[in-house]
């Protein structure tokens, strides 16, 4: 049973830094894509970024150079730095995952997700 649980959401000042961690279970990070989206409600998730099984990440171009995503493979759990905080980069941040391959998203893509967690809120402010 997949399980995914996002946590480090939080209230900032711009200009700050955070990092999100999500602790997955059920299955191993180091075969699968995971990866980060974000959401405001009545819109769709905004592509983060992602990470394959060998380590490949990709991250959305209009993040790149604040954001980046790394994983802990013995420790199974994914993380979303994110520095120079914007107020547009208030949203929750959902953490996701592909445990199945052979999609034809890449990793990263929103789409290419059978799995998410709860969400976890960043306020910038």
């Known amino acids: 049973h997949v399980q995914l649980v996002e946590s480090g959401g939080d209230s900032v000042q711009v200009g700050g830094s955070l990092r999100l961690s999500c602790e997955a279970s059920?299955?191993?990070?180091?075969?699968?894509?995971v990866g980060w989206c974000r959401k405001t409600p009545g819109r769709e998730c905004e592509e983060v970024g992602g990470?394959?099984?060998?380590?490949?990440?990709s991250v959305s171009p209009f993040l790149k150079g604040r954001f980046t995503i790394s994983k802990d493979n013995g420790k199974n759990t994914l993380y979303l730095e994110m520095n120079s905080l914007k107020p547009e980069d208030t949203d929750m941040y959902f953490c996701?995952?592909?445990?199945?391959?052979?999609?034809?998203?890449?990793?990263?893509?929103?789409?290419?997700?059978?799995?998410w967690g709860q969400g976890t809120q960043v306020t910038v402010s």
């Open positions: 996701a995952a592909d445990p199945t391959h052979g999609s034809r998203y890449r990793c990263g893509h929103p789409h290419r997700f059978r799995n």
């Open positions: 990470i394959d099984g060998d380590g490949r990440i």
């Open positions: 059920g299955f191993a990070l180091s075969n699968f894509c």
